[in-house]
């Protein structure tokens, strides 16, 4: 019973000493830092946020960073920017903790100001600059972090914070083949040269390319405008079966040789350009090649990690058939045409939405091209009764070589079309997003 009392009074003695120690150890550190820096303040070299509060208690100290930080929240701003999209962060988002700043500075060294930012404010905020899924891809603790720690310098300036910087990296998603088309070339020897100088064509997230800058920019391989056209055609073919966006593209009078009706992408120095955009949150590649010389072919990879598919497609398209010329010249003895003429087209082009299951989901109106058919010219010798359905254009040697048929007579439609497709390119003038213009 000796021993077992004796066990107790020796564990409640330690256990005493034990609190009394923690206490003290407590108290000391309030009392320096609540009465000792009260009455004699930060030593030497102590400084918050850049700010000297040596010599200060914590109440001085306090204040002269209030005062700071007003004034910094009056002369400062930052600005979110999403790709094209921008929003201003208000300064009152920011929550200054001026006072555990103060309790927990070290002496003599330089100390941060501790801040902090709402996070579900943070999110709320970036759902009105963005979709809702690229949003969702940014880094909202590393956002939240850097804001916080800009703020917490107190340094006044005007903050920019690109969000595209911070958007998580995804390494599910692999780069794939997403689509394809080819052109005939005539002379392609300039346009190889051109192609193998610039064979891989890439659009970061966010940004926009302009063929025509690119040209002008290679010094080195000079294409002439039609060449050009003729690139620029065969990549607005293969990026409307892409998630790619066309923000600005042109047509001619006429339809050019060489190029499909409804894909042709005009290209003329200082005034038609083909300018695509990438909205999405990983790049695309074009990459262009030739083969032999004749061919011209151009494939589209992205990643492949959308649940979404693109798919170009052509609606009804009426062809419109060239009138006939005929000129009289004297001392000509057998019949010359001087032009064969070209059919005219109208023609849509859609991008239809699919699903994983190949069932459509949206289908948007593309383009609406028209093109003037080219009027077949004869000469003849001898003047001879004039058919009906021949134009008689005496001996006028400048006749036109284009024209309207009266009330589209020689149209027809090569292609049927359901109900809802007929419905779409019945409000087609409503919804184009292309500019048609003339041509050449």
Do not use: C
């Not at 930060?42 to 040596?54: L, M, R």
């Not at 970061?204 to 002008?216: C, I, R």
């Amino acid at each position: 019973m000796g021993l077992s009392h004796n066990f107790y009074r020796v564990f409640l003695l330690l256990l005493i000493s034990a609190i009394m120690v923690t206490f003290l150890s407590k108290a000391g550190t309030y009392a320096y830092e609540n009465v000792f820096l009260e009455t004699n303040g930060f030593k030497q070299n102590t400084s918050i946020a850049g700010i000297d509060v040596s010599k200060q208690s914590n109440k001085e100290a306090a204040a002269k960073i209030k005062e700071k930080m007003i004034q910094w929240q009056g002369n400062s701003s930052l600005t979110l920017t999403l790709f094209d999209q921008e929003v201003e962060f208000p300064m009152g988002d920011i929550h200054f903790l001026i006072s555990e700043s103060v309790a927990t500075a070290d002496q003599g060294i330089e100390n941060k100001l501790y801040t902090d930012v709402n996070q579900t404010r943070l999110i709320e905020m970036l759902q009105d600059i963005g979709e809702e899924e690229l949003v969702s891809q940014i880094d909202i603790k590393r956002l939240k972090t850097e804001i916080e720690n800009w703020a917490g310098t107190l340094a006044q300036s005007n903050q920019i914070i690109y969000l595209e910087d911070m958007l998580v990296k995804n390494h599910q998603g692999k780069e794939s083949f997403l689509s394809r088309s080819e052109l005939s070339l005539k002379s392609g020897r300039s346009v190889d040269e051109w192609i193998s100088n610039n064979h891989i064509l890439t659009i970061q997230p966010g940004k926009s390319f302009s063929f025509l800058e690119l040209v002008m920019s290679d010094n080195d391989h000079v294409l002439a405008d039609d060449e050009s056209s003729l690139i620029a055609s065969a990549i607005y073919e293969a990026v409307l079966s892409s998630g790619l966006e066309v923000k600005e593209r042109h047509t001619s009078t006429v339809l050019p040789d060489g190029i499909k009706p409804g894909y042709e992408a005009k290209i003329k120095r200082d005034e038609s350009d083909l300018v695509l955009a990438n909205e999405s949150i990983y790049p695309y590649k074009i990459k262009l090649q030739t083969q032999n010389g004749r061919k011209l072919i151009v494939e589209v990879f992205g990643k492949d990690d959308s649940a979404w598919t693109y798919k170009a497609r052509s609606g009804s398209y009426q062809s419109f058939e060239p009138k006939q010329i005929i000129q009289f010249k004297t001392g000509v003895i057998n019949e010359q045409v001087i032009n064969p003429g070209k059919p005219g087209y109208r023609i849509f082009i859609y991008r239809d939405v699919l699903d994983s299951n190949g069932k459509k989901l949206e289908s948007k109106l593309m383009s609406q091209d028209f093109y003037l058919p080219v009027n077949k010219i004869m000469v003849k010798n001898k003047r001879p009764s004039i058919p009906e359905n021949v134009t008689d254009s005496g001996i006028n040697e400048d006749a036109s070589e284009n024209s309207l048929p009266e009330e589209l007579e020689s149209t027809h439609d090569e292609n049927s079309l359901d109900s809802s497709t007929a419905e779409e390119e019945g409000q087609s003038d409503k919804n184009l997003s292309q500019e048609t213009e003339e041509g050449e």
